[in-house]
């Protein structure tokens, strides 16, 4: 009898233990206690066991400060109603909060409202658990004079969604050093901010690892910050706050790639290879804007390429300081791009035939390194292009070509446009003609008085059957016939 007794203690001890780990029971901060993570009174309904499954949700509106929370496993944590919650730690040990996760999202912060995790010792820490996901459409925050950290053991399973902002107003790696890559996301439309002089490489991981990943037009903007690592790094939008300082310098051993570059005003971004032994490339997307300053070291040691390698028309503007300096390996146009500002290309210029549309504004380039436009697309728009070597004083001298050039013509074969660029060290009468196979001509491009300078020539041969073709040129002296094939 005692042991059927005591059998079916167990068994019922069993049930009703496996009951409560399984429950999911929803708690609401009411605060109306105190404000300690600990108090029960302060939820509702009243927590006096907290579980690995619980549901804490804050949706009271306005500001909710919450103190004392210890080390802890819940399943969810919500923030929403436009709330603006900020959680500290209890004193002691650093203290880590883990959301296990159940059904749904698990750490969210929906639009309108905030979390902010505060302390200056000790840290409070948030781990995203296996299998758990955050969603974060509101702002979010670390502060402090310690550390803290966020992260998660899933790839991708922390989101910053379009229109949120995360900033990181303490010291430290943010979202840790350690774990799984990728455990962070900052979608299309969502900023991170790092404003702490003690604040370190937010990638955590060595190249090409990272903790965080961000996606096109998700921006990345410092205020402050100790060391930024761009070696091996791929980012969408890098924006230097007004009145900052970002001293990049760094043993470079692979390339960056980042879309846009954005230095405000009163701003400073340096960027600077220490390594010797590599030259890495800088791969520009998108467009520069420099109302601060925005510098590629000037140290001798200090070798780059820069490449413009955006699939859209790219801007370079700003009315601040942007320096190209001679001592770059390169800097090398593999897009059009199109000034709204005086630019000085004091290194090598590699233009791969594309257009500088100068729009009015002053282009000059280093002579030093010979002409880059020498047959060569160089089509500008009002365009100002001055040929000298640009230093501390800026001396520039004339760009008028040297001599009378007309180039093949690209693409060739075509179908059905083509190209023409043809360069005239004076101005001249100019005669274009196309003629067929035959002799005869088939289409006149030009006839008329040109300036002196370097100028491109579209071809449309929709109405003409595939062939040879030839096209031939008459500028002052010069002549030359030029062979091309149409393929339909």
């Known amino acids: 009898m005692n042991k059927l007794l005591k059998l079916f203690?167990?068994?019922?001890?069993?049930?009703?233990?496996?009951?409560?780990?399984?429950?999911?029971?929803?708690?609401t901060w009411n605060g109306s206690v105190n404000s300690s993570f600990s108090t029960g009174g302060n939820w509702t309904p009243f927590r006096q066991i907290g579980l690995v499954t619980d549901i804490l949700v804050f949706e009271n509106s306005g500001n909710v400060n919450v103190t004392n929370v210890y080390q802890v496993t819940v399943g969810q944590l919500i923030v929403k109603n436009n709330t603006n919650l900020t959680m500290a730690p209890a004193s002691g040990n650093a203290k880590l909060l883990t959301i296990k996760g159940v059904s749904g999202e698990d750490l969210v912060v929906e639009s309108g409202s905030s979390l902010k995790i505060f302390g200056n010792d000790p840290s409070l820490n948030f781990f995203v658990g296996t299998g758990a996901t955050a969603s974060i459409s509101g702002n979010m925050s670390m502060e402090g004079a310690i550390a803290h950290y966020l992260n998660a053991a899933d790839p991708m399973a922390i989101r910053f969604k379009s229109g949120s902002t995360f900033s990181q107003l303490c010291p430290g790696s943010i979202f840790n050093t350690v774990g799984i890559s990728n455990a962070v996301v900052f979608e299309s439309g969502s900023n991170m901010k790092i404003n702490h002089p003690a604040a370190t490489n937010p990638f955590g991981l060595a190249a090409p690892n990272?903790?965080?990943?961000?996606?096109?037009?998700?921006?990345?903007?410092?205020?402050?910050?100790?060391?930024?690592?761009?070696?091996?790094?791929?980012?969408?939008?890098?924006?230097?706050?007004?009145?900052s300082y970002v001293n990049i310098a760094e043993s470079f051993t692979a390339d960056l790639s980042v879309t846009n570059i954005i230095v405000k005003n009163g701003g400073t971004l340096i960027i600077k290879n220490n390594n010797v032994n590599y030259i890495p490339t800088i791969n520009i997307r998108g467009?520069?804007?420099?109302?601060?300053?925005?510098?590629?070291?000037?140290?001798?040691?200090?070798?780059?390429?820069?490449?413009?390698?955006?699939?859209?028309?790219?801007?370079?503007?700003?009315?601040?300081?942007?320096?190209?300096?001679?001592?770059?390996?390169?800097?090398?146009?593999?897009n059009t791009i199109s000034l709204q500002r005086n630019l000085a290309i004091n290194c090598p210029l590699v233009v791969n035939r594309y257009e500088i549309i100068t729009n009015g504004f002053e282009f000059s380039y280093n002579p030093e390194f010979g002409n880059p436009f020498h047959g060569t697309k160089t089509t500008t728009l009002?365009?100002?292009?001055?040929?000298?070597?640009?230093?501390?004083?800026?001396?520039?001298?004339?760009?008028i070509p040297a001599e009378y050039s007309v180039s093949q013509n690209y693409p060739n074969p075509f179908n059905p446009s083509t190209k023409i660029d043809f360069s005239l060290p004076a101005d001249s009468k100019v005669t274009l003609q196309v003629y067929d196979i035959t002799g005869r001509e088939v289409a006149l491009l030009v006839n008329s008085f040109m300036t002196a300078g370097t100028h491109t020539i579209d071809f449309d041969a929709s109405a003409l059957s595939s062939g040879v073709y030839f096209y031939n040129i008459k500028a002052g002296t010069f002549t030359k016939t030029v062979k091309m094939i149409l393929a339909k």
């Open 210 to 243: 990272s903790k965080v990943l961000f996606e096109n037009s998700s921006i990345l903007l410092v205020t402050n910050i100790s060391t930024l690592s761009l070696s091996g790094r791929s980012l969408a939008d890098l924006t230097v706050e007004q009145g």
């Open 382 to 399: 009002n365009a100002s292009i001055i040929e000298g070597k640009t230093d501390e004083k800026s001396s520039h001298f004339s760009s």
């Open 287 to 334: 467009n520069i804007s420099s109302e601060g300053s925005f510098n590629f070291s000037d140290a001798a040691s200090s070798k780059l390429n820069v490449k413009m390698t955006g699939t859209s028309l790219q801007t370079i503007s700003g009315s601040g300081v942007l320096l190209i300096p001679v001592n770059l390996n390169s800097f090398e146009l593999c």
């Open 9 to 27: 203690s167990l068994i019922l001890f069993i049930l009703i233990s496996g009951n409560i780990s399984l429950s999911q029971t929803v708690y």
